[in-house]
C-alpha cells in the first residue's frame, strides 16, 4: 500500500458515448459506493474517449494509486480497441483463452443462437493477465498486475460489470489487498429540512468520534443521512457505528423512516408483510409509477394486489366508480376525486389500504384554480379516507416522483399510528 | 487551436460525494452532449475530491486542450474550496464582485429571505476573472483565460449549471473560439443483436465518408447506432448524413423504429396520435412500468387510457375478467391468461389497442416449466389477440425492462403491418 493505509482506486472509463452525453456514467457511481463499502477509497474517475492514445496517457497516469479499474471498450465491434491497447500497454500479445471461449459458447447455448465469428474473436485475450470469468456476457474480465498495481478491465455494459465485481471480484480485492475496515450507516429521514435537521442534530455531530464523519445528502422529499467510518479494529467499529445510530434514533423519532439506505417503498412494503395487509393504488398524475416502484421490490406480490392507472376520465368513473357529477363539478384534479379513487381501489382490489393519486404533471393542463404541480393524495383504509392537497413543482418528472414519496409517507404514517 | 482544428475540452466534476457513490455525474454527461452538439470537442472527464491538491494536479494537466469546465465546490459550506483554490492556481486574490453580490441580494429579495454572512462571502471572487452572471442561484460563474486556454468554474447544482450554459455560456463559446460546424443522427434499432447488425451493415459502414463515424449503442432489447460528423461546410454535411440514413433504412428496414434519439414509448405515442387510435395495458410482471413509460411523455393522455396492474390473480379475474378455469390449468404465467388480461383490458378501458404481460420477473418465483425470465407478452386489438412467449434474463430490472420494450415493439410492428 502507498501514502497512506487507505487502498487508493481509480475508475477509468473508456467510451465516447459517455463524452457525447448519450450515456450517463451509472458505473463509475456504483463502482465509488461498492468500493468505499469495501473499504477501498476512490480518489478519481476518468473518462476519455476509445482512443488508443487518450487510453495509454490514462494508464501511464496510475502508478500513485493501487487498483485501476478500466471499464468499456470490449464489445465484439471495431470502435472497441480497449483489448489491444491493453496489449500494448502491458507488452504482451492476444492468444486464444480456452476458458473464455468455453464461457461464450456457453452463453450462445443458452441463448439458442448461433455463435458468430465476431464473438469467437472476443475469446481472445492479452496473454500476462488473469482471465476472470463473465458469466452474463460474452466480454471477457481481465486482471492485470504491473508494479504493485493490479489493473482490472471489465465490460462497460452495467449488468454485466456489477455481476463480475460482486461474484468474481470483491473477495478477490479483499484477499489481496487486506483494507482497513470501513462502516457506514444511511438514515433516511423525511418531514424536515436540511438545515433545520442540521441545527436538531448539531450538538450530536460534534460528539462523534474522530474515525467518523458525517454527510447530508437532500432528495425529493427526504434527507439521507450517512455516517461513514474507517477503523482497524471492525467489531468496535460495527458497535460504535450502532450506538451513534441509537443516540441519534432518539432525537429526531418522528423524522427517521429507515436505519439503511433503503427506499421508501420497500420500507412500506415491509411494514404491510409484517402486518400482513395489502395494498392497491389507483393512480392518475403518477401514471403507474408508484405501482413500479413497489413492484421493484423482490417479494411485494405477498402485500401487493395491484393498480387502475386511470388516466382517462372514463376508467376513473367505469373500473374505480368515481361518481360522474363530481369529476363534472369538481373537476378531476380535486378531493372528491382523488378520495373516491382510493375508495373504489379498495373495494375492486379487496385490501386493507388503497392510495391514490390525480393532479396536473405538467408541462401543460395547469388552470388558474389548478396549476402545473397541484396534486391530490388520497389514503382509504378500513377506517374512511384521507386525503391531501399538494402544491409541488413545475416539471413533469419532479411532479410525479414527489408524489409517488408524499403518498408513500402519508401510507407509513399511518401505519405508525 | 491546438493539435488538430477541433476546440477540445475537459470537465474537471469536484465533489467527494461522486466519488463515494452518493450521486450519479449527469453533469458531464449533459455537458458532453451540449458541447458535442455545438461543435466543441469534450475530450476527458475527470472527477476528484474536495481537497485542494487533487484539485490543482487536475488544472496543471489541462494545457493541452482549448476549455476547462470546472464544476462544483462553489457552495457556502467549508468543504467547498474550490475559488481559493482557483486564486491559487491564478495567482490572484479574491475581491468583492459587485455584480455578483447584487445578484445575490436580487435572489434573496425574490424568495423573500434575509441574506445571511456566509452567503455574502459568495460575492467574492479571484480578481483576475470574468464574473459571468448565474441568476438561478448564489454561486458565481468565472471565467478565466491562461495560456489561450479558456477556464471556467460553474456551481455543481445540476439545474444552475444547464441554464448558466444555455444562457451565457454557449454563444461566449463560439464566438471565442468559432468550432467547426458538428453534426449527428441516432438511429434506434430493435429485434436483432450487435454483432447480427454489424453484420448486416458492415459494407454500408465501410463505405462511410472519412468525416463521420459510427458508434453502436446496446441497451435492453434494442441497439442505437449513432453517427457523428464534423465538416466545414455544414449544408453538406447535413445534406451528406440525411443521405447516409436513407441508406441505412433501406438495408434493414424492419429494424428501425426511429431516427431521432427517443425511446419506443414515444414513438408508439405519436404513432397512435397520428392514427387517432387509443391504448391501454394490463400488466403483472411488468408491474405499471409499461404504464410509466407511456406516462412519461407529456401529452399522452390523448391516446392512454390506462392500466390494470393485476398483480394478484384476483384482480386478473375480477377486473380484467380473466377465466379462473384458465388459470388453473394453465397457470397465469400462460398464453392464455396472457391474451384473455388483454382482451379484457381492451373491453374495460374501450381503447383500440390492449398489451398484456404476465410472467415471472424474479428472483423468486421460478419452475421447471417457468424459469425466471420467462414473459407472455400479448397484444388485442380489433383483429383478434396474438401473443408470444420470451425467454429473457435472471435479472429482475433487466426482466422488466425487457419486457416493456418487446410489448411496445410488438404494437409498433402491428400499426406497421
Redesign the interface.
Known amino acids: 500500500m502507498k501514502e497512506n493505509n487507505f487502498v487508493k482506486a481509480k475508475i477509468i472509463t473508456i467510451g465516447?458515448?459517455?463524452?457525447?452525453?448519450?450515456?450517463?456514467?451509472?458505473n463509475?457511481?456504483?463502482?465509488?459506493?461498492?468500493?468505499?463499502l469495501n473499504g477501498f477509497q476512490?480518489?478519481?474517475?476518468?473518462?476519455?474517449?476509445d482512443g488508443e492514445k487518450?487510453i495509454l496517457d490514462a494508464l501511464n497516469a496510475c502508478s500513485d494509486v493501487d487498483i485501476v479499474f478500466i471499464t468499456g471498450g470490449l464489445?465484439?465491434?471495431a470502435?472497441d480497441i480497449t483489448k489491444p491497447t491493453l496489449c500494448k500497454y502491458f507488452d504482451t500479445e492476444m492468444v486464444l483463452n480456452e476458458d473464455a471461449l468455453e464461457n461464450i459458447n456457453e452463453i450462445f447455448r443458452l441463448r439458442g443462437?448461433q455463435m458468430?465469428e465476431?464473438?469467437r474473436l472476443q475469446a481472445f485475450i492479452p496473454k500476462s493477465c488473469t482471465y476472470i470469468p463473465n458469466r452474463f456476457g460474452t466480454a471477457p474480465c481481465m486482471w492485470f498486475e504491473k508494479e504493485n498495481t493490479v489493473y482490472i478491465s471489465m465490460p462497460g455494459?452495467p449488468?454485466e460489470m456489477k455481476s463480475i465485481f460482486k461474484t468474481e471480484l470483491v473477495e478477490r480485492l479483499k484477499n489481496h489487498f487486506k483494507p482497513t475496515p470501513y462502516g457506514r450507516r444511511v438514515i433516511m429521514t423525511t418531514g424536515i429540512g436540511e438545515s433545520f435537521l442540521a441545527d436538531k442534530i448539531k450538538d450530536w455531530e460534534e460528539s462523534l468520534p474522530e474515525f467518523m464523519s458525517l454527510?447530508y445528502?437532500p432528495q425529493y422529499g427526504m434527507v439521507?443521512l450517512?455516517i461513514?467510518a474507517r477503523h482497524e479494529d471492525e467489531c468496535f467499529m460495527q458497535k460504535s457505528l450502532d450506538c451513534e445510530v441509537e443516540k441519534l434514533k432518539k432525537i429526531i423519532p418522528d423524522n427517521i423512516f429507515a436505519c439503511d439506505d433503503k427506499p421508501i417503498s420497500e420500507v412500506v412494503v415491509e411494514m404491510l408483510k409484517e402486518r400482513k395487509q395489502t395494498l392497491?393504488?389507483a393512480?392518475s398524475c403518477?401514471?403507474?409509477?408508484?405501482?413500479?416502484m413497489?413492484?421493484?421490490i423482490?417479494?411485494?406480490?405477498a402485500i401487493?394486489?395491484?393498480?387502475?392507472?386511470?388516466?382517462?376520465t372514463?376508467?376513473k368513473e367505469?373500473?374505480l366508480k368515481v361518481n360522474h357529477n363530481d369529476v363534472e363539478r369538481h373537476t378531476v384534479v380535486s378531493r372528491e376525486v382523488a378520495e373516491q379513487m382510493a375508495v373504489g381501489a379498495r373495494e375492486?382490489?379487496?385490501v386493507d389500504y388503497a392510495l391514490a393519486t390525480t393532479g396536473i404533471a405538467?408541462?401543460?393542463?395547469g388552470s388558474e384554480e389548478n396549476p402545473v404541480g397541484t396534486v391530490w393524495i388520497a389514503l382509504a383504509t378500513a377506517k374512511g379516507v384521507v386525503s391531501k392537497r399538494y402544491n409541488f413543482d413545475k416539471d413533469?418528472?419532479n411532479n410525479?416522483e414527489r408524489s409517488c414519496i408524499t403518498a408513500l409517507e402519508m401510507l407509513r404514517q399511518e401505519m405508525l399510528n
Open positions: 465516447d458515448e459517455l463524452l457525447l452525453g448519450q450515456v450517463v456514467n451509472t463509475a457511481s456504483w463502482l465509488g459506493e461498492q468500493l468505499n476512490l480518489v478519481s474517475v476518468l473518462t476519455i474517449g487518450d464489445g465484439p465491434t470502435d443462437y458468430s465476431r464473438n455494459v449488468f454527510a445528502l439521507r450517512r461513514d392497491a393504488t393512480e403518477t401514471g403507474g409509477s408508484i405501482a413500479k413497489i413492484t421493484a423482490p417479494g411485494c406480490s401487493f394486489k395491484g393498480s387502475v392507472v386511470s388516466y382517462a372514463e376508467v367505469n373500473i375492486i382490489m379487496n405538467g408541462p401543460d393542463g413533469r418528472n410525479i
